[in-house]
């Protein structure tokens, strides 16, 4: 397959105990149709990365939950160079990276069994008030986290995307309880996975995600209708705009941009 430019290296120490890792072996049921670890189990292992980090720092969901405040995942993107396949091993570091105005930074690198980068990410996060349902300030999380001073791993802003105005092509769906979380509400990756089922089959057969950048903007629930709707960028089907929408009530609950890699 043709593979995406290198990842770019950010100008950081990474020591101990500020530096979380986690090394997966890739299960059948982690990988897609072409063999490959499908975008999910990444956004998975990482997550599951992050999540051990932050109980170990002793800020996990279930210690704030304790505290009446949660997290909650509000912005991401990821770069991918290439993914590896069944059986193969994969290492997540990850770390926080300090703040954005609401936000809480933490950033992440994939490396095959090779030591090669195959992914990078960084992730924005909000601190709610689990009864009054709004962020709080971040700056007291955000010293407990220890966050490590540096260069992010990638050089991106986690800006606020432009929203949808065409739609080319669209799919419905309605919220499982396999889909909510343990903030009882439809879990990110649920989102991520309904962005990618509204690509056209032709792009998805031919082609792997090289860039996901995304803005998770409502909760949704259970039983809840969704609209997936997506427009392409170019004429070659390389990039897309999306939306996800509520169509009770029209609420937007995500938008992102998809990048796409034709495979040799």
């Not at 979380?20 to 292992?45: G, K, P």
């Not at 990365?49 to 405040?69: D, K, T």
């Not at 990110?188 to 509204?198: G, I, K, P, T």
């Not at 705009?241 to 009770?248: E, K, P, S, V, Y």
Request: proline fraction near 5%.
């Amino acid at each position: 397959m043709t593979t995406a430019d290198p990842l770019p290296t950010a100008s950081i120490s990474l020591p101990e105990p500020n530096i979380w890792q986690e090394t997966y072996q890739i299960r059948s049921y982690e990988v897609d149709c072409h063999h490959r670890l499908s975008i999910l189990a990444v956004f998975n292992f990482m997550q599951e990365a992050a999540s051990r980090h932050a109980e170990a720092l002793g800020v996990s969901i279930q210690q704030l939950l304790s505290e009446n405040f949660t997290w909650l995942l509000s912005r991401l993107k990821i770069k991918i160079v290439s993914l590896p396949t069944w059986k193969d091993q994969i290492r997540i570091r990850t770390w926080p990276s300090g703040a954005q105005r609401l936000f809480a930074l933490r950033d992440f690198e994939v490396r095959n069994q090779d030591n090669q980068a195959v992914a990078a990410a960084v992730s924005a996060w909000l601190v709610l008030d689990v009864q009054k349902r709004r962020p709080v300030r971040i700056e007291p999380f955000v010293e407990r986290l220890k966050p490590l001073e540096g260069d992010h791993i990638l050089p991106d802003t986690l800006d606020k995307l432009p929203g949808l105005e065409s739609r080319t092509y669209e799919k419905k769906f309605v919220v499982r309880y396999r889909d909510l979380d343990i903030n009882q509400h439809v879990n990110n990756m649920s989102f991520v996975e309904w962005l990618v089922e509204s690509i056209p089959v032709g792009v998805l057969n031919t082609s792997v995600l090289a860039e996901l950048e995304i803005n998770f903007l409502a909760e949704a629930f259970y039983e809840d209708h969704i609209l997936s709707a997506c427009h392409p960028l170019d004429s070659q089907n390389t990039s897309f705009h999306h939306r996800l929408i509520r169509q009770q009530d029209g609420l937007e609950l995500a938008r992102a941009r998809t990048v796409w890699q034709k495979v040799d």
